[in-house]
């Protein structure tokens, strides 16, 4: 029956045609009314006025070398304090001649992260990828074996810093805040409990009050003699401050699974975790890629807090580079470097989510 | 209850209450289905029939009373509930087929993590029964990329991948356009004819007739009056099952 409609041929009309080209796409899109037309003018000439200023301050009246700020006089910016900086910009104290090290670390968490879009490494093999990678940055970082001076985690700072925190964080506390999010919807009276605390209390309380506590009042309860490494600490506080949040994300997703797919994996005989390992978590978390992808990021930015107590993130090293009394008044550089160094792992995020739910909506219109 | 059955029934509930909240749902449900037993149940809307079948595979919780399915009693014991979701395969109204897997998938997930069975046997089996849905071509789409009716004919071989002892239809039309009523139907009957147990609730009444062993008419959460399909529809017993029928069959 079917294949008879199919067979019919049936009359294709192309579009009319004032809708298409370039012309139709002005047309309708900056055009297609007085006040659009108002709005369309305006945007250009503010971008006339805007633009050519920063163009020429950036680039054409830059300063690109120079020994100190005072060298550097004209109107244009002085990308030679950067220059200057870079390495420590980067790296912070680390010592100069083993800052290949830290360049390697950062390299490999690039690595890390580019292997983690290809869907067809997921699973099992991500897994001991991400474990052989950490391990290598941690030897790279530490050193101590294989011939590599110890360098002390006090020394550590600059990019590689908030890549730590925030990579290593953030994969801890996903699984972590899978629980918790299964947990606040338990029947166990008593998980659900724990749960509900666990991330009201960290929801209500400031990322900075959680450092503080991670950095000053936890060796406090702590046994004299025992000391717990800082920036472990810091690590600490960001994975679990992170999992409150994911967790909530998470649970939006779990409440939006039809109670069918529940009825139907129970009426297949699966049990509670195959249940939820294989029908419902892959749907729920497909559908809170974009929040998700939100808090990675803020969780990424809120890495520059680290400042707080005591440790040089990058924004950090790229504030103490500025107390340089020889490099005055090159704080916009400073800042708008370290920006756009904070903008391309944000952008490359926000991409890579966009990606991923092009690839999980395929076929499934419904 | 005048015939001596040979075999014990496999599916017996003696005596079934239950309540939402302070609404009493289902009253003192007793009901034996043999095996190879066709029973089609119908009713009024919120007569408690898909509230019945839902409790012989604990998807719902009766409150009193015995269910004992394939020699199992449910209880809140959750070995006997898991062994009984085996031999029991289920079809829903709204098909509820897992939507970000393939139709493919969709049918070795349970075989593969609850029988163990291994993929390319799982699969084999899988292919088998969408030749025997008649969709054999359409294994590596997602269910969003298929008409209801299709959706509704891999949902039950879905439940058949599982070979189960019984299938619990749940309203298996009701959700669908008419013109796709006939196909998911063919399928049924068919099944039917390889002498599955089935436990339908439909309004499907031609359906029944074809297929059915026992009519069960139930209306305000009790069983009103059994019997097979030819007495039933010819003439029912009581009252309410003359005003049902009249409603339904009227046009």
Request: charged share 20%; net charge neutral; hydrophobic share 50%.
């Amino acid at each position: 029956m079917t294949d008879v409609t199919q067979d019919l041929p049936l009359a294709v009309e192309p579009p009319p045609r004032a809708t298409s080209g370039p012309f139709g796409w002005l047309r309708a899109n900056l055009f297609s009314s007085v006040s659009n037309t108002i709005l369309t003018v305006l945007a250009v000439a503010l971008l006339a006025v805007t633009i050519p200023p920063l163009v020429r301050w950036a680039v054409f009246d830059a300063v690109w070398s120079a020994p100190n700020s005072r060298a550097c006089h004209g109107a244009g910016a002085c990308w030679a304090f950067i220059h200057e900086k870079l390495r420590f910009i980067f790296f912070g104290t680390y010592p100069y001649e083993e800052q290949w090290r830290p360049l390697f670390a950062v390299l490999i968490f690039i690595a890390l992260i580019a292997a983690s879009c290809d869907r067809r490494l997921w699973g099992r093999r991500l897994v001991l990828i991400w474990l052989a990678g950490l391990v290598a940055i941690g030897v790279l970082m530490w050193g101590g074996i294989l011939g590599l001076s110890y360098v002390s985690t006090e020394l550590w700072g600059g990019l590689p810093l908030n890549l730590i925190f925030a990579v290593i964080g953030i994969a801890f506390a996903f699984p972590i805040a899978i629980l918790l999010a299964l947990g606040r919807r338990s029947q166990l009276p008593a998980v659900r409990t724990i749960c509900i605390a666990y991330i009201e209390l960290i929801r209500g309380v400031p990322l900075i009050t959680v450092l503080f506590m991670a950095s000053v009042m936890l060796p406090l309860f702590l046994p004299p003699g025992v000391t717990i490494d800082k920036l472990l600490r810091a690590q600490a506080a960001f994975m679990l401050f992170a999992a409150a949040y994911l967790a909530e994300v998470i649970r939006g997703g779990l409440q939006a699974i039809p109670k069918g797919q529940i009825e139907a994996a129970d009426a297949l005989g699966l049990r509670f975790w195959q249940r939820t390992r294989l029908v419902i978590l892959p749907q729920a978390l497909a559908m809170v890629i974009p929040p998700l992808v939100n808090n990675f990021i803020g969780a990424f930015k809120d890495t520059s807090l680290v400042v707080i107590i005591g440790l040089f993130d990058l924004l950090g090293t790229v504030t103490t580079a500025l107390s340089d009394a020889n490099w005055r008044g090159t704080s916009a550089e400073a800042y708008i470097f370290a920006a756009s160094i904070y903008f391309c792992f944000c952008f490359f995020m926000s991409r890579y989510s966009q990606m991923l739910e092009r690839e999980f909506n395929k076929g499934r219109r419904s | 209850m005048t015939d001596t059955a040979v075999e014990a029934p496999i599916i017996e509930l003696r005596g079934v209450d239950k309540w939402y909240g302070e609404f009493h749902v289902l009253r003192n449900i007793n009901l034996d289905v043999g095996r190879g037993e066709r029973v089609v149940v119908c009713g009024p809307s919120g007569s408690g029939k898909s509230t019945m079948i839902r409790c012989i595979n604990r998807l719902e919780e009766h409150q009193r009373g015995q269910i004992i399915v394939a020699g199992i009693e449910l209880t809140s014991d959750v070995k006997n509930i898991e062994a009984i979701r085996r031999e029991v395969g289920m079809v829903f109204q709204q098909f509820n087929l897992f939507p970000h897997l393939t139709v493919l998938e969709n049918l070795t997930l349970a075989p593969i993590w609850v029988r163990k069975l291994p993929r390319n046997e799982a699969e084999e089996t899988a292919r088998l029964y969408l030749d025997r849905v008649r969709i054999p071509e359409q294994a590596d789409k997602y269910p969003g990329q298929l008409s209801g009716g299709q959706q509704q004919r891999v949902a039950i071989a879905r439940s058949l991948c599982m070979k189960p002892e019984i299938m619990l239809f749940d309203e298996p039309t009701s959700a669908l356009d008419p013109e796709m009523i006939k196909e998911v139907l063919d399928v049924m009957v068919e099944l039917a004819r390889e002498g599955m147990t089935m436990v339908c609730v439909t309004h499907e009444m031609g359906f029944a007739r074809t297929v059915a062993d026992t009519m069960v008419f139930m209306d305000r959460g009790e069983i009103v009056e059994r019997g097979p399909p030819k007495e039933f529809f010819a003439s029912p017993k009581s009252d309410r099952t003359k005003m049902f029928l009249s409603q339904i069959l009227a046009h």
